[in-house]
């Protein structure tokens, strides 16, 4: 809920910019962005936990409260999975994906007012347009991009919300349910865990061929024309 209405204040904030203040203020966004995710890491969550997961009802407030800050400090969205299957364990996949799914939404939004606010290339849209949204949303969930930049790529690219939504649950449900059952199984999580390390490669791999084979005939059919 928090999360939704943080969303909504960010959202009317950004359509009084002007293009150059907009350009400004995304600037300095990035910026902040880049030297939180430099200076702040999962490890200090992990370090962390011992207390969390002592209790579930810690594990759900604190995995929300991550849910909200975590596309400022660009931290992977499987860090919420595998902190719910720490602490809560495969039960906590449900709530895992909503989570994940939810704090996707922001940088969605965020794309979504560049791209009322910009210009970009014709080929981003065409992409889109060739693929469908839900589709080409799901395709790059399964690939192992950056949470974030597909959120941006899609809002830049003019994807619905609800489409947006259901090709995130979709293409993020393999990476929840890896998450949930690394953390379910995992004695301990200490800072030294890298969280992309965590994944399996093999999961990885089948991820990109699925993405591949997802988008396949529409970009076959767009190369042949």
Known sequence: MFLWQATLVMRRWIRYLSKRQY???????VITILIAAVSVSPAVVFNHLTWTVAD????ILVASGLAIVRPLFAWPTTLLAIIIGYGIGFTGLPFALGLITCTSIPPYFLGRQYN????HPRVV???VERTGDTRSVVATRLTPAPSDVVSVGAGIAGVSMVPFTIGTVIGELPWAIAGVLVGASAETLVGGVSVTTLIHPRLIAAGSIVAGIIIAPPIWAWIRE
């Open 23 to 29: 350009q400004v203020a995304g600037g300095i966004l």
């Open 56 to 59: 579930p009802v810690r594990v």
């Open 116 to 119: 009322k606010a910009n210009s």
């Open 125 to 127: 849209a065409e992409f």
